[in-house]
């Protein structure tokens, strides 16, 4: 295939970050779906707190219906696996029909979902085209380097949601060697420095209700523009 483009390098990337956000939000919205359905209303608020998204929501079933199925809603969902399918349709070249197919059936399952009046089936149904998503990418996508690009993006994704989601440090201590790993070899320009000090900061935290905000400044810090 040659060098990389810039632009393919940001799709690349964009499109592993996009993938991963809806296969781990999806992932903990099955945590707290039973817990909003019987909980007070408002349930939904420290959940937006922690990913830093506006509240905009009136009630736990309202916030279920937008931040799952609302396109308008750029915090959605289904919004953000729009962005992905955008990422995705501009790298056919690199990535084949197998590998296209998966993101085009989790964005349909996932439109489809919204008609439904329990959607956990077919939620469920997106998080298996995902996970088949990413084993295609091993499988059909030749080059290493886009392998390496597109799980960078999807690594820094996972690590921001782990950190601000308060996740086990062990568990964020195994997406950080991923991560390690995938970024040396993926020719992406990116900071040392941070990428060093967020290994420090994983290594000695215990407890992300605090110091998480510092994590994710180093997390962001990472890739270069």
Not at 59 to 77: E, G, V
Not at 113 to 123: F, R, Y
Not at 162 to 182: T, V
Request: aromatic share 12%; with cysteine; hydrophobic share 35%.
């Amino acid at each position: 295939m040659g060098i990389i483009s810039i632009e393919k390098m940001d799709h690349l990337y964009w499109l592993g970050r996009y993938t991963e956000r809806v296969y781990t939000t999806l992932r903990k919205f099955y945590d707290i779906y039973d817990q909003m359905i019987e909980s007070p209303e408002g349930a939904y608020e420290k959940y937006c707190e922690r990913l830093n998204i506006p509240n905009i929501y009136t009630s736990n079933k309202q916030f279920i219906d937008s931040y799952l199925f609302d396109m308008r809603n750029p915090d959605s969902i289904f919004a953000n696996m729009g962005r992905a399918f955008d990422n995705a349709i501009v790298l056919r070249d690199e990535l084949s029909s197998n590998v296209l197919s998966y993101v085009q059936l989790s964005l349909d399952t996932l439109g489809g979902s919204a008609h439904t009046t329990a959607p956990l089936l077919e939620l469920q149904q997106v998080i298996d085209y995902l996970l088949a998503f990413w084993g295609c990418v091993d499988d059909y996508v030749e080059e290493e380097e886009c392998r390496n690009i597109l799980k960078c993006g999807k690594y820094i994704e996972r690590l921001d949601l782990y950190i601000r989601l308060d996740y086990n440090r062990k568990d964020i201590e195994k997406e950080y060697c991923k991560l390690l790993k995938r970024i040396k070899g993926s020719y992406m320009c990116y900071d040392e420095k941070n990428l060093e000090c967020l290994g420090n900061m994983i290594e000695k935290q215990t407890d992300w209700k605090t110091g998480y905000q510092e994590a994710l400044g180093y997390l962001g810090g990472i890739i270069r523009g």
